[in-house]
């Protein structure tokens, strides 16, 4: 197939779910819970092309949580939707970030949880992602279950390249705030020890002071 021709089928592609969107929005009352998407924009029009169908799924599922965000209300059931979305096209970076986002304003914490599972499947090596999955669930949670998993998640991200130097004071964080004052000592000694960051190794000394615990662990005679 032509270049031209392939670039026309695409933009036929994505004017057609656009469209089908837009008219199923139009006749529907606003309604916080978003439900799964309507069938007839996935019937016929996702073969070879569904990244396309993805991104117009996803430009409405934007569009819907920022509707709701501006009732201050919010999105309910989206996890339906959002699945559907990275089943078309798992590496779409985007929907994990801001649908996590919306599953967490709405308190729906198992369903983000569940949700971030599916972009560490996809890059089980990107540290950031497996830091901004533990943050959402430290941001969004209010249970110490919650803060250990979160805590998880920052180890996870320590031990991958390219960490960043707040990970392992995120999982010291996490094991202080669920008061594990033991494992959150460990973590900030061996933080004020080994990391490579001036500024990781300050807050590990200051929290350190703070608590009055000597920045090494006493030997064993």
Known sequence: MTGWRSGLL???AWALALGCL???DARATFD???GPPPTVVLRGL???????VADALYLQFVQHFGRC???RTALRDGLPWLLQITALDPRFEGAYVVGSMALGNAGEIEALEQFWQGALRQWPSRSE????????LFLFGDRPDQYLRAAALFHRAAELPGARPE?????ARMYQVTGRRELAIAIWRATLQTSASKEARAVAARTLRAWGVPPEAPRSR
Do not use: I, K, P
């Open 10 to 12: 695409v933009g036929v």
């Open 22 to 24: 837009r008219w199923h």
């Open 32 to 34: 916080a819970r978003l």
């Open 46 to 52: 996702v073969t070879g092309f569904d990244n396309v």
């Open 69 to 71: 965000l501006a009732r």
């Open 129 to 136: 992602l497996a830091y901004d999955a533990g943050m959402h």
């Open 167 to 171: 990970c392992r004071a995120m999982e």
